[in-house]
């Protein structure tokens, strides 16, 4: 689990404003910092199927919110993968 600091801090760091705590870039930003939390779970147990399943719903899910990002805003969509070190496929 991701600490009520850590993500205090990913939010203040990908927010648009000061109360932004919805926007895909915030949402990006924290599913990024739990998915690499549970990498390291992962690498630790590694026939722990059901975290496995969580992560992949993860990665799932910031993959859908970058497309959206990507098609909505590309300037921010290239600052939120370069800031986060995103590695990009191209899967058009």
């Not at 939390?37 to 630790?44: G, N, S, V």
């Amino acid at each position: 689990m991701i600490t009520t600091e850590n993500k205090s801090k990913v939010m203040a760091a990908q927010a648009r404003h000061k109360t932004d705590t919805g926007s895909a870039e915030v949402q990006i930003g924290i599913l990024s910092a739990r998915i690499t939390e549970l990498t390291d779970h992962m690498k630790a147990n590694p026939k722990d199927n059901h975290s496995r399943r969580g992560l992949l719903q993860m990665v799932g899910k910031r993959k859908k919110l970058l497309a959206y990002l990507r098609n909505t805003d590309v300037d921010t969509y290239q600052k939120i993968t370069s800031d986060l070190k995103i590695r990009i496929t191209s899967s058009n």
